[in-house]
């Protein structure tokens, strides 16, 4: 029988994320930086006869009247595969009992397949993600010639040249080396017409994800000008990019696949990273671009929602229209 218990005890809950691979999306620190947005961050230890066999940081947030609030668990639950089917249903038990206004749970876990029994306890697939489903796995255990051998011409001239011209990623250790960075990603931001969040919210992931935080920058050689970052989250062997970006004299360089490359294969050799996802297939740029890394497709389950109140079917109604409305006028600011 799995039971469900909380916990607020930070090293206990990191080293249940690092034993049973939980997603860096689970780890104290993020479900920290989220609770200064918004979010509520409760964490559940899943037992099975008093052994913790899995996890799951739920964040809770106020939406609305007459809706009250929603949970959502980023890349969660985790657990082992044959725990899956009792977890989910302990977490179902548990949330009907916590509900208190909560119009629905919302859990994007890296699982490929529905558990078998989701369907009888309530719960149902949607379209109205948060993460994306789609994603690359670079495998990192790879021999670097032969992934290098199987990518496309461009790239692997693009990943030769940059290693040819002596570029080194190093971490970002001071306010001003998160500066440098941060101004890169503003640039980038401002030529390609996203939308950004606060400073602070970068600064607080920097500052509270702690030993999973990787920001790595890298330096122009000649005058130490900082040209480009890359940015992951890291637990047990696996790496959660999160943001990365090259500045207009680096896109001169083209050092963009070089800096990613290097970024892989420092991660795979000083931290022990032996999977690195490249976070989200977006369109056909962005795709095109992360595949060309020589990684696996992955489509997860993608969003797996658990109805809490008489509101939900209108609620599910609502949430696409506001997105759709909120595009388009993000869309007609930028004109």
Aim: aromatic share 12%.
């Amino acid at each position: 029988m799995i039971k469900a218990r909380e916990t607020t005890d930070q090293k206990e809950w990191d080293a249940l994320v690092d034993e049973l691979f939980g997603h860096p999306l689970q780890s104290f620190g993020w479900g920290e930086v989220k609770s200064g947005y918004g979010w509520a961050p409760t964490r559940l230890v899943f037992e099975d006869d008093g052994k913790a066999v899995g996890g799951a940081q739920i964040l809770r947030r106020n939406l609305p009247k007459p809706f009250g609030s929603m949970m959502y668990i980023p890349r969660g639950p985790f657990c082992a595969p044959k725990y899956r089917a009792a977890i989910l249903e302990c977490l179902t038990k548990w949330a009907k009992q916590h509900a208190r206004g909560c119009v629905e749970l919302v859990c994007e876990p890296e699982w490929t397949e529905e558990p078998g029994n989701g369907k009888r306890l309530g719960w149902r697939a949607t379209k109205n993600h948060i993460l994306l489903p789609g994603t690359v796995l670079v495998d990192l255990t790879q021999n670097p010639d032969e992934m290098l051998a199987a990518m496309p011409k461009t790239r692997r001239q693009d990943i030769k040249k940059y290693l040819r011209n002596g570029f080194q990623l190093e971490p970002a250790t001071s306010d001003a080396d998160f500066r440098a960075c941060l101004d890169i990603y503003k640039e980038i931001a401002t030529r390609d017409k996203f939308n950004l969040h606060t400073d602070q919210y970068y600064y607080d992931i920097w500052q509270k994800t702690g030993k999973y935080n990787r920001l790595l920058m890298l330096k122009n050689p000649e005058d130490g000008e900082v040209v480009a970052f890359q940015w992951a989250l890291v637990s047990n062997g696996f790496a959660f990019a999160l943001f990365a970006g090259v500045g207009e004299r680096g896109r001169k360089m083209r050092i963009n696949a070089g800096a990613k490359w290097q970024c892989m294969q420092d991660l795979h050799n000083k931290d022990g990273v032996n999977n690195y996802d490249l976070n989200g297939l977006l369109n056909d740029g962005v795709d095109t671009y992360k595949k060309a890394f020589h990684g696996e497709e992955v489509y997860y389950i993608g969003s797996y929602e658990l109805p809490l109140s008489k509101w939900y079917s209108i609620y599910t109604k609502v949430l696409p229209a506001g997105k759709k409305a909120l595009h388009a006028l993000d869309k007609f600011k930028k004109k």
